[in-house]
């Protein structure tokens, strides 16, 4: 029988051997990166544009540019399109964040070279027909309609809009005004300007072969050279505005509690002390928050926090639902708990604890045969360079609980985040 | 093709290696045959509420997550109708102290009043925030109500009301925990980079002393007759606009007829291309969404059909829409030999990129041992591929007016 008492040993994960594919080219120029796996069957292709919402004229306008491509060509309706990519068992979706747009196209390896032709004519002519676009608009508005019911709808919007201004890139959410005006000339302009079949760059994952990069090569040579990359967007600075902000929805029972602030764009070096430090907030099923408004008290199903890009750096947000009645007592915990990583930082097994999580869960995220693109865009994203994973573990493992403590006091003041709640506030609008 | 091996333990606990040189890490995926048609009527959401107290301890591990996450690894659960699984993912280093974590829960959990008082809550606001704070969040609640009058499924798996997880005891906890969470009524799968070898000798190191006692889940429940009437509820909910819900019994995943269901879904309703969307939401602008299709669970199987009319839209006036679609596509007007094949393919395609997955397959196949189907895991895809037009055809024949179970879904006033 075995010490149930004495655990097994563990070690820690404290260097990776990973190194991101290199960025190549196809002979037609195009930027690929490939990151074969054999044996699978299947593929996946990967078309990433480094423009999103950040450089559009209106909210909605890059994802409707984006999921739209797909709505029919000079020769091609949207039925045909899609019935000659699921006759072969291929699938595509599309993806547009502040400062990126993609397309992902799943395929049985055998069946790519029955799809490509059909992508050469979306990657190059979509037309945004006016049928397409008016279905679009319809369906999307009817879907806006059922997230404003959700109070965690509300308070992301309301938190971020006092953070960053109702229309500023770095909220990005759709104004039902909007959606209505997109135009079909718009989404043509932005296609031509962000999205240009041979501007894209592209991944490659999955069971691909040299095979599959003469097909990739043959489709993109086929697309228009003369198209250009555009330039970079701009970013207003954050309002941060910190007054509480509410809305009631008279069928909630639940508040839903967002908390948001600016962080200026860091180092490479710093980003993983940073992340290391919100593991600490709320990152985390071990997080302060987790653990004391879910595990101890039982508030809440589930609350977090998480740091994400913004177009000038990024964006510390905690979120949360509880019942109506708990919402001042969870503010005040969030409050003290931050408070309480700069006045009681993280150290010995919480400090270690974290590490090795960190450790295990970024080797863990390269574990599959379609990592790789994800953790490829983010560089891409960030401009961090190629071994910013290996750097980002070896910082990991070199911060001590005092710039832990210096990073909390300077970054996580609890007056200088924008609040919003909503659902059953009580309070009229 | 998913390779694995099997074996099991002198206490009854059956065991699948699957191994994947490729892969980083070890996962263990955990199932207990014990589901919500496993609760007592006034006792609903006990086995969803159980899946959170498995986190709270275990008699010689106090701190669960701790340990997990020291460990470098995560975990998490989820319940349904018919199971409970658990599953860890740890670098595959420290393998052994998933199998010393998810054995040592299996030995005994550390039972407190205050580890389930936390949880109630937790659980708690988990109902309100999936069921009354987001649009249709009643929608298997009013589906098994329909469905079912007298079996355990009547109930969905967060439970009736909220006062049966209010209501659970200490005692209701012990019992539920001695009757259903031990080593015959479970299923272990090891995967990722370890060997057959070290799997075995793990297996026999940390879960081999746990007592036998109990019995496999007999699994034996009311089994009650489909309806043979129309039955309907009218009611109202957070979304903006009126929905119909349209939902049958139909074969459970062992028989062949619930692929050929699965597939006849997939034509009609699972794709923009599919005739309900065409007709509906396309060509007469009467519903913005409109969608099908069927669950294949252990003991049930279920067709739902569905569409959101756009604002001024009788429900009725849907509801005869969605009908006359569907009419055409049972007599087999709409389809041909070619929808047919694209079914099949997207099939294929989805099969293959769920073998892709490393969790995919461990759960995968821990699901076909429960059903004592293992030895077909790799044969799924020559299920869809016999099915022939006809087989669909047959499938939905016995599908009518008279024996469909439908809700009216209208906006509340006032809404946000």
Not at chain 1, 220 to 236: D, P
Not at chain 2, 140 to 148: K, T, V
Not at chain 2, 285 to 291: C, K, Q, R, S, W
Not at chain 2, 312 to 323: F, T
């Amino acid at each position: 029988m075995p010490d149930r008492q004495l655990p097994p040993e563990t070690k820690p994960v404290t260097s990776l051997e990973y190194l991101p594919a290199e960025q190549q080219h196809l002979p037609c120029g195009v930027e690929l990166y490939c990151a074969p796996k054999r044996e699978l069957g299947v593929l996946r292709i990967d078309l990433y544009w480094p423009f999103g919402t950040a450089v559009q004229d209106r909210s909605a306008q890059a994802r409707t540019a984006c999921q739209l491509m797909f709505g029919g060509t000079k020769t091609r309706s949207a039925e045909v399109i899609l019935d000659e990519f699921e006759s072969w068992g291929a699938s595509f979706s599309c993806d547009t964040g502040l400062l990126s747009s993609s397309i992902s196209i799943k395929t049985i390896k055998e069946n790519l070279k029955e799809i490509i032709p059909v992508l050469i004519d979306v990657l190059e002519n979509a037309s945004y027909p006016q049928n397409e676009l008016d279905l679009f608009k319809s369906v999307e508005h009817a879907s806006l309609l059922r997230k404003m019911q959700t109070p965690g709808y509300w308070s992301q919007r309301l938190c971020l809009e006092a953070l960053y201004g109702v229309h500023s890139a770095d909220t990005n959410f759709t104004d039902i005004e909007d959606l209505a005006a997109i135009g079909q000339n718009e989404l043509l302009l932005y296609k031509q300007t962000y999205l240009a079949g041979r501007c894209a760059t592209v991944f490659i994952s999955g069971d691909c072969d040299e095979k599959t990069l003469a097909l990739l090569d043959n489709c993109f040579s086929q697309l228009n050279s003369s198209e250009t990359k555009a330039g970079v967007a701009t970013f207003t600075p954050p309002i941060n505005q910190t007054e509480l902000v509410k809305r009631h929805l008279p069928h909630s029972n639940q508040i839903s509690l967002c908390m948001a602030k600016h962080t200026n764009r860091v180092s490479p070096l710093d980003f993983p002390k940073l992340s290391l430090l919100n593991l600490f907030l709320g990152g985390f099923f071990g997080s302060r928050l987790m653990q004391d408004l879910r595990e101890e008290k039982g508030l809440t199903y589930g609350i977090g926090s998480n740091i994400s890009l913004s177009g000038n750096g990024h964006t510390w947000m905690i979120s949360g639902e509880m019942n109506s009645d708990n919402a001042d007592i969870t503010r005040d915990s969030i409050r003290e708990i931050l408070i309480g990583l700069w006045k009681n930082p993280p150290k010995g097994d919480e400090l270690e604890k974290a590490k090795r999580y960190y450790g295990g869960q970024l080797r863990g995220s390269l574990d599959g045969p379609f990592s790789e693109p994800g953790k490829i865009q983010f560089l891409l994203k960030t401009g961090y360079p190629q071994n910013y994973y290996q750097q980002a573990l070896q910082t990991i493992w070199s911060t001590d609980s005092e710039t832990l403590a210096e990073l909390a006091y300077n970054y996580l003041n609890p007056d200088s985040f924008s609040i919003a709640l909503a659902g059953a506030t009580g309070e009229a609008n | 093709m998913i390779a694995y091996n099997t074996f099991k333990l002198n206490n009854g606990l059956r065991v699948i290696h699957h191994y994947d040189p490729d892969s980083t890490v070890v996962i263990l995926n955990t199932l207990f045959n014990v589901g919500a048609r496993d609760e007592s009527p006034d006792k609903t959401g006990f086995a969803h509420l159980f899946e959170h107290l498995m986190f709270g301890g275990s008699v010689n591990i106090p701190e669960y997550d701790k340990v997990v996450e020291k460990a470098g690894g995560s975990n998490n659960a989820y319940t349904t109708n018919e199971l409970t699984n658990y599953y860890i993912t740890v670098p595959h280093e420290n393998a052994e102290t998933a199998f010393w974590l998810e054995s040592d829960r299996m030995l005994s959990l550390d039972f407190s009043q205050k580890s389930l008082d936390v949880q109630k809550g937790v659980v708690c606001e988990e109902f309100k925030q999936r069921c009354f704070n987001a649009p249709f969040g009643l929608l298997w609640h009013h589906i098994r109500e329909l469905l079912y009058k007298e079996s355990s499924y009547r109930w969905p798996t967060i439970g009736l009301e909220l006062k049966h997880i209010e209501d659970a005891s200490l005692d209701d906890v012990k019992s539920f925990f001695y009757k259903f969470y031990h080593p015959r009524n479970a299923i272990l799968c090891v995967a990722g980079k370890i060997s057959q070898e070290k799997s075995l000798e793990y297996c026999e190191k940390w879960y081999g002393d746990i007592s036998p006692s109990g019995v496999e889940n007999p699994n034996n429940y009311i089994q009650e007759s489909l309806p043979i009437s129309r039955r309907f509820i009218e009611t109202t909910d957070l979304s903006p606009n009126t929905a119909v819900f349209m939902v049958w019994r139909g074969p459970d995943f062992s028989k062949p007829e619930s692929a050929a269901l699965e597939l006849f879904s997939e034509m009609l309703g699972g794709s923009e291309n599919g005739p309900l969307y065409q007709e509906l939401v396309k060509k007469s602008g009467v519903f913005n969404a409109a969608e099908c299709f069927y669950t294949r669970g252990i003991g049930e199987g279920l067709f739902v059909l569905y569409g959101i009319l756009n604002d001024g839209v009788e429900a009725s006036k849907g509801e005869k829409l969605l009908w006359d679609v569907f009419h055409k596509a049972q007599q087999g007007t709409l389809f041909t030999e070619k929808n047919l094949k694209t079914a099949k393919n997207k099939a294929t395609s989805a099969l293959l990129f769920e073998k892709s997955s490393l969790i995919n397959k461990a759960q995968k196949l821990c699901y076909f041992e429960n059903l004592g189907l293992l030895s077909e895991i790799n044969e799924e895809n020559r299920q869809y591929g016999k099915v022939e037009m006809t087989d669909l055809m047959h499938s939905v024949a016995t599908i009518s007016q008279d024996n469909v179970s439908v809700i009216y879904y209208h906006p509340k006033s006032n809404n946000a």
